[in-house]
Structure formats: structure tokens, C-alpha cells
């Protein structure tokens, strides 16, 4: 049965994933399309039929985006600025740039308190040793990092009282768990904490994003671009930082100044964990202004990656090397299935919201089924050596984790295949990715609190 809404809808996502109109932009057009619809149907036109008549005489979405382009250039180039006193955006005026220097440098300031009361190592990032006190920084690294972006957040949201409360306790209780958590040698469950307690964060972080409206799918969706973007925007930031430190290391070693100390001891230090909160900010105040960044990397190495792991399969299975009896093997393998993953949501992030199969809709499928092969063949390594060698949390996390995202890639396998055969249209791949969502938020939860309980906080 013809959808008008969604086919409405369709058309006008089309507009804006070009990236070159802005929202007023697409509903007045939008609103044409109404118009001619209901000229034609007061001649007697069906429903579909009006609309694919209006959508020919209006023209299609990528002849409009095209031809606005032309015209409006400046508007593209100009929203490529991260600040504009004429526009108000998340960092559009001095105030918002200034809160975001302000919340960049309290996540450096964060992260030197233990040290300045004795309470961690003088240097615990980059003179590293395993050190009961060592541990313990490592424990609360989330800790230092995020305050400053859940306070974004809850500044760009307005400070809502009940999502704010909400939010903040959510954060706290986690904070005063994982921090009064004993840490015992081996210290496995602290690195188990210390990660799971990352993405614990950053979940409450996209429930702030999406202003506590989880249930809805779209919102959950620029969740997932925007964790892609912030992860390039932090490669890009921390590349230019490296690249500055060098260049200002060779200047002042022409005058025979050593600043190396100043800049490991203090200024990088800051920098460590200044950018991801440079990073998440200016992630967010660029959404859906230019083309997204990581969803186009990802298009562009997912047919690089499955070519790879197509011939990584062959060559597995054809050498002498055994998945079962190799460990660096298995590690890598595991880490091959992580990074498939990783391509597979950002591909479909990328994705313009037709329903008709491309090309990418054909080698995702292949990469999930490839995906799928080969985290079987590591749940089994990992089960042969859980039987062989015992039980441990870093084996118990692995399992676990490789267990969710065979659930994961099953799922994407099924809505592929009832989307190739027209049974659902794309928006069923879309939507099993927003909703699996909260398994992993599940499973940081089972990491950080419960599993370092069961196995002693070793």
C-alpha cells in the first residue's frame, strides 16, 4: 500500500543528505510538493499518482540540491566555519567558544588533581608501570573526560531539571562504584572497568544528545554519526597537536631551549584530555551541516576491508596455523570482526533513505556474512580455550562481547535479506541498529559493576 507520509518524508531526507539546504529550506519545498498534490488530486488523481506527477514538475532532489548549490555557494563555504557571530549554533557566538576552551581545560585540570594530592603517579600517562596507584588513575580516566561533555549537553539541552537529575546521579553512582571498587593483582578488572566505564559514560552522553528521547529512532541514528564523527575529529585534532609539538620542539632546539618537559609535563598532559571534549563539541556543532565525514571513510574502506577479509578467510582456512592453538591469531581475528562491525554501521549511517538496493546495500551484506564466519570460528577458539585453560574476566569479557556482536550481525543479516526480497524497506536495517544499541549499553553495565564483583576485582 502506497505510504504518502513516508514517501514525503523520503524525498525530503533526500534534500537534506546532499548537505546544501537548509531545514526552512526543505519545508518550503516540501510544502510546494503538498501543493501540486492537491491541485492534481482535485482533478481526480490518486494519491500516488499526485505525487510522482509533483515530484516530475517540481523536479527531482538531486536536480534541486544541484541547482541550489549553484546558486547558493556561499551558504556551503560559510557554514564550514566553526563559528559565525551572525548564526547561532552550538558554538556559534565568544560564549560558546569560550565555554568550550573553559570545559576543554577542566578535563586537563580533572586529570592532574590525583597527582597534585599525591594520589597517583607524578607522571602516570607517560611513564607508565603497574603500580596499585597507577591502577586506580586508570580506573577514573572516564571520570576526568566526561563532566565536561555530559555539561555540554545539559547546557545545550537547557539544563532540563528531571533529564539533568537523571543523568548526573546515573554518572555519580557510577563514579563512586567504580572508584571504591578494590583493584587486586592482576588488575585485569580494572582495564575491564576503566573501558566499560567509557562506554557507560557515552552512552548517558547520547542520552543527553538525543534530549531523553531514546525511543526515537532518528535521534538515535545521529547518535551513531556523531560517534563517528567525534572519532575523526579526535584522530584529526590529535595529529595536528603531535605535528604542533614537533615543530615547536625543532624551533626553540635551534636556540638551544629545552621545552620537552614543559610540554610532556603540562601542556600535553592537558591536551590528552582536552580533545575529546574539543572533539565531541565541534562533532556536534557540525552535524548535518557538511557530509559527514566518517560515514564517507567508511563507504570508502568497506569494500577495501572486505577484500581483505575475504582473503584473510581463504588464507585462514587453507594454512597450516591454527586459530585454536594461536592466540595472536585469535586476537586478531577477534579484532578483525570489531572493525567489520564498526564499518557496517557507519556504511548504513551513510546511507541515503531510498528503498531501492545499490551497490553498498549488496557488499555490506557480503561483509556481514563474511563477519559472520569468522566471529563463529572465534566464539569456538575462545571456547576451546576457556575449556582448556579455565575461566578469567578477560576471557569471560571477550566471549561476551563476541557473542553480542554475532547477535549483532545475525540480526543485520536477517533485515538484509527481507529488505532484498521487499518484505521491509531499508528502515528495518536502520532501526534493528538503533535498537540493538541498548545491548551494548547492557553489556558496559555487566562489565564495569558485575563482572569485576564475580571474579574477586582481580
Keep these: 500500500m502506497f505510504d504518502l507520509n513516508r514517501q514525503i518524508e523520503s524525498w525530503a531526507d533526500q534534500l537534506r543528505v546532499k548537505g546544501k539546504m537548509e531545514e526552512d529550506q526543505v519545508l518550503e519545498i516540501t510544502h510546494h510538493l503538498e501543493d501540486e498534490m492537491d491541485e492534481l488530486r482535485s482533478v481526480g488523481l490518486s494519491v500516488d499518482e499526485a505525487f510522482f506527477i509533483a515530484v516530475r514538475r517540481i523536479g527531482s532532489s538531486y536536480q534541486l540540491s544541484k541547482e541550489f548549490a549553484k546558486i547558493n555557494r556561499n551558504i556551503i563555504w560559510k557554514n564550514l566555519e566553526l563559528w559565525d557571530s551572525d548564526k547561532t549554533n552550538s558554538i556559534g557566538s565568544w560564549f560558546d567558544l569560550g565555554l568550550v576552551v573553559v570545559l576543554a581545560l577542566c578535563a586537563g585540570i580533572f586529570s592532574k588533581l590525583p597527582s597534585w594530592f599525591g594520589m597517583a603517579p607524578a607522571d602516570p600517562l607517560f611513564k ?11 580506573k577514573s580516566v572516564p571520570l576526568f573526560v566526561f563532566p565536561s561533555i555530559l555539561f555540554y549537553f545539559m547546557h545545550k539541552a537547557g539544563f532540563k531539571p528531571v533529564m539533568s537529575f537523571i543523568v548526573t546521579g546515573l554518572f555519580g553512582t557510577a563514579a563512586l562504584v567504580s572508584h571504591f571498587y578494590p583493584s587486586v593483582a592482576p588488575f585485569h578488572s580494572a582495564y575491564i572497568i576503566s573501558s566499560h566505564l567509557f562506554i557507560y559514560c557515552w552512552f548517558l552522553t547520547g542520552f543527553l544528545f538525543v534530549s531523553g528521547n531514546w ?12 560517534t563517528g564523527e567525534t572519532f575523526i575529529y579526535g584522530v584529526l585534532i590529535s595529529c595536528g597537536v603531535f605535528a604542533l609539538v614537533i615543530f615547536t620542539n625543532i624551533i626553540f632546539q635551534t636556540i638551544r631551549v629545552d621545552i620537552s618537559r614543559i610540554f610532556s609535563g603540562e601542556i600535553l598532559y592537558f591536551l590528552v584530555f582536552a580533545i575529546p571534549v574539543i572533539a565531541v563539541i565541534f562533532a556536534d556543532a557540525k552535524k548535518s551541516v557538511i557530509e559527514n565525514m566518517a560515514p564517507v571513510l ?12 575475504l582473503v584473510f578467510t581463504v588464507v585462514f582456512f587453507t594454512s597450516s596455523e591454527s586459530i585454536f592453538a594461536n592466540r595472536d591469531i585469535l586476537i586478531i581475528s577477534s579484532s578483525f570482526s570489531v572493525f567489520a562491525l564498526a564499518l557496517i554501521f557507519y556504511t548504513i ?8 538496493v545499490n551497490a553498498f546495500d549488496v557488499m555490506n551484506f557480503v561483509l556481514v556474512a563474511v563477519a559472520i564466519v569468522v566471529d563463529v570460528i572465534v566464539l569456538a577458539a575462545m571456547g576451546v580455550r576457556i575449556g582448556q585453560y579455565g575461566y578469567s574476566i578477560n576471557k569471560v569479557v571477550s566471549f561476551g562481547l563476541n557473542i553480542i556482536m554475532l547477535g549483532n550481525l545475525i540480526g543485520f543479516f536477517v533485515c538484509y535479506i527481507l529488505f532484498f526480497i521487499n518484505k521491509q524497506g531499508y528502515k528495518i536495517v536502520e532501526k534493528f541498529l538503533t535498537s540493538y544499541l541498548i545491548v551494548y549499553l547492557g553489556w558496559s553495565i555487566v562489565g564495569c559493576f558485575v563482572l569485576p564483583v564475580v571474579f574477586g576485582f582481580q
Design 128 to 138: 607508565w608501570s603497574i603500580t596499585l596507584r597507577a591502577i586506580t588513575y586508570l
Design 298 to 309: 567508511a563507504k570508502i574502506f568497506t569494500p577495501l576491508f572486505l577484500v581483505t577479509m
Design 215 to 226: 525511543k526515537n529512532h532518528d535521534l538515535r541514528m545521529d547518535f551513531v554519526r556523531l
Design 349 to 356: 549511517s551513510a546511507r541515503k533513505p531510498v528503498d531501492c
